[in-house]
Nanobody, 124 residues
Framework: QVMLAESGGGLVQAGDSLRLSCAAP????????MAWFRQAPGKEREFVSG????????DYADFAKGRFTVSRDNDKNTMYLQMNGVIPEDTAIYYC?????????????????WGQGTQVTVSS
């Protein structure tokens, strides 16, 4: 069974930076689209950023634009989310996910492979 493993979460202060990692052994970056989602307490899981293998184009939710950057290391089969200037509203469990195909999708239901998540807590 293919699994994804997130890491890098923690407790940070507003304005700090954080880099999340998603190890994806067994997931081909050349045939799958990878994405980051987050879920805050009492809220639905929401799309953060996605990375299509076709042309390496990245997609961001409006709240992530200008603050978050998604990237990947094909040799390590790992995806990253660099989070800069975090705010308390970024507090959530962050998940990475994978789906077959070349286009990013924002509904979480489109993704079939998920990690266990990593907690990010931003204090004010």
């Amino acid at each position: 069974q293919v699994m994804l493993a997130e890491s890098g979460g923690g407790l940070v202060q507003a304005g700090d930076s954080l880099r999340l990692s998603c190890a994806a052994p067994g997931v081909s970056f050349s045939t799958n689209t990878m994405a980051w989602f987050r879920q805050a307490p009492g809220k639905e899981r929401e799309f953060v950023s996605g990375f299509s293998w076709l042309g390496g184009r990245a997609d961001y939710a409006d709240f992530a634009k200008g603050r978050f950057t998604v990237s990947r290391d094909n040799d390590k089969n790992t995806m990253y989310l660099q989070m800069n200037g975090v705010i308390p509203e970024d507090t959530a469990i962050y998940y990475c996910a994978a789906k077959a195909g070349s286009t990013t999708s924002r509904p979480a239901s489109a993704y079939k492979i998920w990690g266990q998540g990593t907690q990010v807590t931003v204090s004010s």
